[in-house]
C-alpha cells in the first residue's frame, strides 16, 4: 500500500442533496474527495491501490451496501487499513452495533451536524496517520535487522580472514620478503 495520502476520502451516497452537501463540506475542509453513487463502485475503488483510506457510505445504496462494504473490506490482507465512516438515517442502537460489528469504525446518524461531521472525520485521519506512522517503523525496524544480519553475515568471514592473517604474520621469519607485505 502506498503510504497515508492526507484528506483523501472517499464518498458512496446515492441522494444526491446528501452527496453534493457532503462532497462540498469535505472540499471545504481541505480533503480531495473520490465520489460514487452506489455500493458496487464503492468496493471497485477501495480495491484499487491507490483506494482512499477513509470511507464514508451511506448504509442503504443501490449494489452493495454500507455494511456489505465494511465486511468485504475487512476481508482484504490490508482491511485494516481503511477507517470506514458508516452515514445513515438508521439511528437506534441496535442499528449502530450491527455497522460496527460489520466493520465500521464510526457511525453518524442523519441529520447529522457539521462539526460533528468533521471531527468524527478528523477522527478517522488521525487514526489512519498514526497506523501510517507504525507501519513505516516496522518497515524501518526490519531493515535495521535486515542491515544487522547482513553485517554478521560479512563480519564472520572478514574475522576469520584477520585471525588467519595474524596467525600467519606471527608464524612467518622477519626476514621473509613477503612479511613486510603481509
Not at 39 to 52: S, Y
Request: hydrophobic letters at 40%.
Amino acid at each position: 500500500l502506498p503510504l497515508f495520502e492526507p484528506g483523501r476520502i472517499l464518498i458512496a451516497e446515492d441522494e444526491p442533496v446528501s452527496r453534493r452537501l457532503l462532497e462540498g463540506l469535505l472540499q471545504t475542509w481541505g480533503h480531495e474527495v473520490v465520489v460514487c453513487t452506489d455500493g458496487d463502485t464503492a468496493w471497485e475503488i477501495l480495491q484499487r491501490a491507490d483506494a482512499p483510506r477513509l470511507a464514508i457510505m451511506d448504509w442503504m445504496m443501490p449494489g452493495l451496501s454500507g455494511i456489505e462494504i465494511c465486511q468485504n473490506v475487512r476481508t482484504l490482507e490490508n482491511g485494516d487499513q481503511f477507517y470506514m465512516l458508516l452515514v445513515t438515517a438508521r439511528g437506534g442502537t441496535g442499528d449502530l452495533v450491527d455497522g460496527l460489528k460489520a466493520g465500521a469504525n464510526d457511525y453518524v446518524s442523519k441529520p447529522y451536524h457539521p462539526a460533528e461531521l468533521e471531527a468524527r472525520v478528523n477522527s478517522g485521519l488521525r487514526m489512519i496517520e498514526l497506523q501510517a506512522k507504525q507501519i513505516e517503523a516496522e518497515r524501518v525496524k526490519t531493515l535495521m535487522v535486515t542491515a544487522g544480519a547482513a553485517a554478521h553475515e560479512i563480519n564472520q568471514p572478514l574475522t576469520v580472514i584477520l585471525g588467519s592473517v595474524e596467525l600467519w604474520r606471527d608464524t612467518i621469519a622477519k626476514d621473509d620478503p613477503g612479511a613486510k607485505r603481509l
